[in-house]
């Protein structure tokens, strides 16, 4: 080679190493979210000297306010807090759980599910747990007193927000759902000057005094305020009087569960993601580490070969989601096995890399999945407005501190049901069970016999919070990520991380990147609009991928540390409404 080629090659480097990492930097904190009050707020906790937790749980307090169509304290979640100092990571899961009346039959009639009964109104309410979530995550790991952390949520619900084109889309997604309650109409939508509840345009202000006021009582008494006494009450009056079976008694016996995280690697980066119940965190893991195993030397999602591959290895992960993934306090979830190395060897070695396996031919290892519920037909869950919910938070402090904390009220205003008189929009996380086995949620989603009803059982979640470690401290955050997105949430989650760690592109450019997602059933290849060329496209089709062009999903939201130079870069996904801020 000519000593000009080398020259060039050593510009071409050049310029590759200054996109790595090219968006902008910060010396301090950094924090990304899906509003710009909830950002704000995070920085706001970081500047009075609080921590990742203490801003995390700001903006999730803030988030609930600003967009109660994505989540809020009548939800649930989870939440990976890392200590930078003892180098620990801890989990919280504080989904909602079914009610203790709850029944496997519940949303079923003469032998077929309900339409709608487990996504809109007050059956479709799970025991909320985002208040003792947030409440216990900033006990146990905040430095600041829950009334400064709340006061950035008491002010946004009293002054008012104003209605965006999201809000707006998400409340015309739910026009029908949220005219059925009363006191959410009353809330969320506007009376015209004939009488009827329509939308408020984009630019209305809404105020929350309601919630405003149940956000101060928080700020005072703590999670007894919402688990007991005026809002316990009103929550399970409004529940039942509308034909739910949510009681006072099981808002009383409320409990969050602290986890184990799940661990993995990907080219020697540690990585820790949510446990089950989530099934996201499984996903992650095992999609990864087959990839490793298949392309030992590398990933690119631009790759028709390698696509194909990740995409046997997503549908065969799904397989598994549908199998085995439920309540690991119910059933026996063998998560260690799924993530083992030989299970993922073996799913490496079951993928034919030529030819695309028909999701039908995996189906008979799919115990309790009814055969009766596939369809060539298109799928019934395109990401619609209304299913484009759910919140993430990602925060990592000047001091190696952590904090991935995915956040939902699962549907778009959830059950679309607000508990009188105290502004708390109520779930529906109770479609996030298997209705009937083997028959698919709102998201298309097929779950089998491990996450069927039962009282006081987590439904079967896809959101994955994750951290990944430097390969140079594997005790070092090097990137904190999560997205909403429902069943799209692992492999959004997955993408980021190979484009970081495979790709080296910065986070922006990560979370900005085409998307593209399988999940086993239905049989189909979702491609989203900045997705992949038509040359890739065809390729893929060759390979027999059923492929179905989708406009969006996800809402990735990530913090990233370059191990080098410390300096952290954090990103908000351009296809929301979101701000991602950090410290000098
Ligand atoms: O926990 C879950 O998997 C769902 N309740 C999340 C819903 C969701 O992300 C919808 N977003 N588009």
């Known amino acids: 080679m000519g000593a000009a080629a080398v020259r060039g090659l050593a510009v071409v ?71 930078g100092g003892s180098g620990e990571t801890k989990v919280l899961d504080f989904r909602e759980v079914a009610p203790k009346a709850a029944t496997r039959d519940m949303y079923v009639k003469d032998g077929k599910v309900v339409p709608g009964l487990s996504t809109d109104g007050p059956l479709a309410v799970a025991v909320p747990g985002a208040v003792a979530g947030y409440l216990q995550l900033l006990k146990e790991h905040g430095k600041l007193p829950p009334s400064v952390v709340l006061a950035p949520a008491i002010s946004a619900a009293r002054k008012g927000i104003w209605v965006t084109p999201r809000y707006h889309t998400m409340a015309n997604g739910r026009l029908e759902c949220l005219r059925r309650d009363e006191e959410a109409s009353r809330i969320f939508l506007v009376k015209s000057a004939e009488g009827t509840l329509e939308l408020p345009p984009v630019g209305h202000v809404l105020k929350q005094p309601d919630l405003a006021r149940t956000l101060e009582g928080l700020a005072k008494g703590g999670a007894r305020a919402f688990y007991s006494g005026r809002v316990a009450k009103a929550i399970a009056g409004t529940v039942r009087a509308g034909g739910g079976v949510l009681t006072v008694e099981d808002l009383a016996s409320y409990k969050t569960r602290p986890r184990q995280p799940l661990e993995g690697s ?198 994955s919070p994750t951290l990944v470690f430097s390969r140079e401290d594997p005790k070092r955050v090097m990137l904190a990520v999560g997205s909403p997105g429902g069943s799209t949430i692992p492999t959004t989650v997955i993408q980021v991380i190979s484009h970081v760690v495979d790709s080296g592109m910065d986070v922006a450019r990560a979370v900005n990147e085409g998307r593209v997602h399988h999940q086993y059933l239905p049989d189909e290849l979702w491609v989203d609009r900045w997705g992949l060329e038509p040359a890739t496209l065809t390729a893929l089709e060759a390979r027999g991928h059923k492929i179905r062009r989708v406009e969006q999903w996800g809402d990735a939201e990530a913090v990233f540390v370059d191990p080098k130079t410390g300096l952290r870069y954090s990103a908000s996904d351009p296809r929301n409404e979101g701000m991602a801020l950090g410290q000098d």
């Open 266 to 463: 990907y080219r020697g980066h540690r990585i820790l993601t949510m446990p089950p119940p989530s099934a996201g965190g499984v996903a992650v893991l095992q999609v990864l580490g087959t990839l490793e195993k298949l392309r030992p030397q590398g990933f690119t999602f631009k790759d028709p070969e390698a696509l194909h591959l990740y995409v046997e290895a997503v549908r065969r992960a799904y397989v598994d989601r549908a199998k085995y993934l439920g309540d690991p306090d119910f059933s026996d979830v063998p998560t260690a096995r799924l993530v083992s190395s030989g299970h993922l060897a073996d799913l490496a070695g079951s993928i034919d890399p030529k030819k695309a396996t028909l999701s039908t031919s995996l189906l008979p290892q799919a115990a309790g999945v009814q055969g009766s519920t596939l369809t060539d037909k298109p799928a019934v869950l395109t990401p619609e407005p209304e299913r484009k919910n759910t919140t993430h938070i990602s925060v990592i402090d000047k001091d190696g501190n952590a904090v991935a904390l995915t956040t939902t009220v699962n549907y778009g205003f959830g059950s679309c049901v607000v508990a009188k008189g105290t502004g708390v929009l109520l779930n529906d996380e109770m479609d996030d069970f298997a209705a009937q086995p083997g028959v698919p949620n709102a998201y298309g989603l097929v779950t089998g016999e491990p996450n069927a009803i039962q009282p006081g059982k987590v439904p079967q979640s896809s959101m």
């Open 13 to 83: 480097a050049l310029l590759l190493a200054c996109v790595a990492h090219a968006a902008r930097p910060y010396r301090g904190g950094a924090v990304a979210t899906a509003y710009p009050q909830a950002s704000a707020a995070a920085l706001e906790m970081l500047e009075k000297g609080g921590n990742a937790t203490d801003a995390a749980v700001a903006a999730a307090f803030v988030a609930g306010v600003v967009g109660p169509y994505h989540s809020g304290i009548g939800g649930g979640g989870f939440a990976l807090v890392h200590d």
